[in-house]
């Protein structure tokens, strides 16, 4: 019987793609701060009027994602990266929790104003 998929993924490419979502995670929450923070960025990453400038921050998302996907791929090709896996497990844990806090609104809402008088 002709099998569609492989039976096993290598271990390099599936490090790739944690370590992609990783860094997929920290281009959101930084995206989000600063698109909040400054309305030139905010017009600047708009590509679509109607939808406002989420339709930018998905696209920085998904090329954060696949060029780090690319790069990690093209360099832990065809090597033994079993010494990486702790290192980027713990890299996508920070990076959960970073995403998970740094997009709360009164985290990225956070603004220290001049006292008054």
Do not use: C
């Not at 390099?12 to 920290?26: M, Q, V």
């Not at 702790?86 to 890299?91: S, Y």
Request: charged share 15%; glycine share 6%.
């Amino acid at each position: 019987m002709m099998s569609l998929f492989k039976q096993r993924i290598h271990e390099s490419f599936a490090l790739a793609a944690i370590l992609a979502a990783s860094s997929a995670l920290h281009a959101a929450w930084i995206d989000n701060l600063l698109i909040f923070k400054s309305d030139t960025i905010a017009q600047w990453v708009t590509l679509n009027p109607d939808i406002g400038p989420i339709s930018g921050l998905y696209v920085d998302v998904l090329g954060a994602y696949f060029t780090t996907l690319l790069i990690a791929t093209a360099f832990w090709r065809g090597r033994d990266v079993s010494h990486w896996r702790d290192r980027v497990f713990w890299f996508f844990l920070v990076s959960i929790i970073f995403f998970l806090f740094m997009t709360l609104p009164f985290v990225y809402g956070f603004a220290v104003n001049e006292p008054f008088g």
